[in-house]
């Protein structure tokens, strides 16, 4: 077992990491060394159990996965991460990219996928599905730099509280019906703050509304 490519996983969902570690333990040259809950024991962990390759989840309590790789990337810019998401999207491969991934999975479509995505990171390639080649990576990224320099002229002085805490929880990845569970609203609700949200800013599309949130998260972090 000397060989295998040893991975540590952070995902705040027990029985999500039980599926991850069972699905990878049937590949032979991966090997599980490490697992947390949070973006906080990632951090800590890390640095005791040097993985090969990270794999985390974008969203969990106590710090996120992306701050949590922004900490560890600081230390050890070398680190190979491996990001999951619930979401489908280029902005999200570009909001990952930025903080040092190397990649981003759907959690909807592991199972191989997930096995050749851990096996491309860890010999240095990148891996945001189905967008591999270099060229089409440096595109998305120089369109996405783009829409972050016009983006940042944006004023949201006009949003009250509610919509800014509703901004800020989808730019950390989480949906309309978990930001109600959280907030104790309705999905309805939500979404009506959603739309009232993108009025304000002039937002004309979902794309433009989520890489906003995205943008507006990583602010309240500088």
Do not use: W
Not at 62 to 67: E, P
Not at 75 to 92: I, Q, R
Not at 144 to 151: A, E, H, I, T
Request: glycine letters at 6%; aromatic letters at 8%; hydrophobic letters at 40%.
């Amino acid at each position: 077992m000397h060989n295998s490519i040893r991975i540590m996983i952070a995902d705040d969902h027990r029985l999500f990491r039980e599926g991850i570690i069972n699905l990878l333990n049937e590949a032979k040259d991966i090997l599980v060394v490490e697992e947390v809950e949070n973006g906080k024991e990632l951090v800590e962990k890390y640095f005791e159990v040097k993985p090969d390759v990270i794999v985390a989840d974008i969203s969990m309590p106590v710090l996120s996965g992306t701050s949590a790789i922004l900490k560890i990337k600081r230390k050890n810019p070398s680190a190979k991460v491996l990001f999951l998401t619930m979401h489908d999207g280029e902005e999200y491969f570009y909001h990952c990219a930025k903080v040092g991934g190397d990649g981003v999975i759907n959690k909807n479509v592991l199972k191989d996928e997930l096995v050749y995505a851990i096996r491309q990171v860890y010999k240095g390639k990148k891996y945001f599905g189905g967008v591999t080649s270099e060229d089409a990576l440096m595109k998305l990224f120089d369109k996405y730099k783009f829409l972050l320099k016009s983006g940042s002229e944006i004023d949201h002085s006009s949003l009250n509280n509610n919509e800014k805490e509703i901004l800020e929880l989808v730019g950390k990845g989480k949906t309309s019906k978990e930001i109600a569970n959280r907030l104790k609203l309705s999905k309805r609700t939500i979404d009506y703050y959603r739309t009232q949200i993108m009025q304000k800013l002039n937002l004309k599309s979902l794309p433009e509304f989520i890489q906003y949130a995205v943008q507006f998260n990583m602010k309240l972090k500088d």
